[in-house]
């Protein structure tokens, strides 16, 4: 009986870290003005975050020790352009109207929205059109009202990938 106990913590235990190894957070290359950098994330504070207000550029919480749950995308996702995030179960899509795009969260299967495609040079783009790029927006700086030092946001849009702003549209990811 003690070993079936042990084999089933090890199961479980090996379960919890292979879901954790799985998430990565995505981040803006250029930390701009904050050493901690800017990491994609629902608006909202972590497991509270409200998915209908959509998604921002943040102060990255991985400094604290782990990737939070509003910023944490499973990683073989975003290679299957899909930008899945498990702790909302939502993915980030695009909703384009006339000429205008949108980044919304949505449920994974709504074929109806377009979704995005990690390129090799560091870019997110539309995948129906690679000639637009997810963009921070460089004048949005807000302040939260907590971490140490004080969290920052910028809000995020798609524009034309410009070389002018690429520090603004280069992305990575890591666990």
Wanted: hydrophobic share 35%.
């Amino acid at each position: 009986m003690k070993i079936f106990i042990l084999v089933l913590y090890l199961f479980i235990l090996s379960k919890n870290i292979s879901y954790s190894s799985e998430l990565v957070e995505i981040y803006l290359l250029d930390n701009l003005d904050d050493e901690r950098g800017f990491c994609l994330d629902i608006k909202g504070h972590k497991s509270r975050a409200k998915i209908e207000r959509g998604i921002q550029a943040h102060t990255c919480y991985s400094y604290q020790g782990q990737i939070s749950v509003d910023q944490g995308f499973k990683k073989q996702s975003i290679t299957n352009s899909s930008f899945y995030i498990p702790g909302f179960s939502v993915c980030m899509k695009v909703k384009s109207v006339h000429f205008e795009h949108e980044v919304i969260l949505g449920k994974c299967d709504n074929m109806n929205l377009d979704s995005f495609i990690f390129s090799e040079n560091n870019e997110i783009h539309l995948t129906k059109d690679k000639s637009y790029c997810l963009t921070v927006v460089e004048n949005s700086l807000r302040t939260g009202k907590g971490g140490s030092p004080i969290h920052k946001m910028r809000d995020i849009e798609i524009l034309k990938c410009n070389k002018n702003i690429h520090h603004l549209q280069k992305w990575g990811y890591r666990n």
